[in-house]
């Protein structure tokens, strides 16, 4: 009750919807994979549960040692095919969560040459820098302060079906670059080199214009919860006049 009510104060909450496992509407075809394999490993988990739940439940009532007989029910130690069953169901569970979770990882850490934007993102006690490069233009950096309000922070504009390479920088402590509608964060880690794949990721974003929300979700000082920035999806057009009005340098 406590939670719901203290984060319903926060206007940077996306809809969270039951018909989407409670997870925001993503916005780019990465948060769409990491929805499916979110809402299919707790769905897989739940009904595991359910199983093992109904089965303690059927031995207590059922299978309890009753009061008028002395000794032990029968005992099922070296029964091979119970046994083997045993081992072989959990690693069964475990291999095919194993399989889906490297497979998903595989396609979202994947960093394919020739991104159509690239974004370096630095974090900082208590915003960020964004520094967008697109064909060949690296842009004035947009650089923000403290605020309470996320469309108040600094603005990472990006078009909408395009492929954007992200580099996470922190030349102060460990920040994480969370954009909650993309189902997706990671740390901003100091000290770790720019050749380093840990620091690198990409997002195709879906064509869904508008203004989403973006925040630190690693508790970095004082003023954290105020090192909020928002991201404007915008159509292919809007972008192209967006690069035009910035003043930035030709590599
Ligand atoms: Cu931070």
Avoid at 2 to 25: Q, V, Y
Wanted: hydrophobic letters at 45%.
């Amino acid at each position: 009750m406590l939670l719901a009510s203290a984060t319903a104060c926060a206007n940077d909450i996306p809809k969270a919807d039951w018909s989407r496992g409670l997870l925001p509407e993503g916005i780019t075809s990465q948060s769409d994979t990491i929805a499916s394999l979110w809402n299919g490993a707790w769905i897989a988990a739940l009904a595991t549960g359910v199983v093992v739940i109904v089965l303690i439940v059927w031995a207590c009532l059922f299978h309890r040692k009753s009061r008028a007989k002395a000794e032990l029910p029968p005992q099922v130690r070296y029964n091979l095919p119970i046994e083997m069953l045993y081992t072989l169901v959990p690693l069964v569970m475990v291999s095919v969560f194993f399989f889906f979770t490297a497979r998903d990882s595989r396609a979202l850490e994947a960093l394919p040459p020739n991104p159509d934007v690239k974004v370096k993102v630095e974090a900082f006690q208590w915003s960020w820098r964004f520094t967008t490069t697109v064909n060949g233009k690296t842009l004035q950096p947009v650089v923000g302060k403290p605020v309470s309000d996320y469309r108040e922070g600094p603005q990472l504009v990006l078009p909408v079906n395009k492929r954007v390479e992200f580099d996470l920088e922190s030349p102060d402590v460990i920040h994480s670059f969370w954009i909650p509608a993309f189902n997706f964060k990671r740390d901003v880690i100091p000290g770790i080199p720019e050749t380093s794949k840990g620091r690198k990721f990409q997002v195709t974003t879906l064509n869904k214009p508008n203004v989403y929300a973006g925040r630190c979700a690693e508790l970095c000082g004082v003023d954290h919860s105020r090192m909020l920035f928002n991201v404007k999806l915008v159509t292919q057009d809007e972008f192209d006049r967006y690069i035009a009005t910035q003043t930035g340098s030709a590599q």
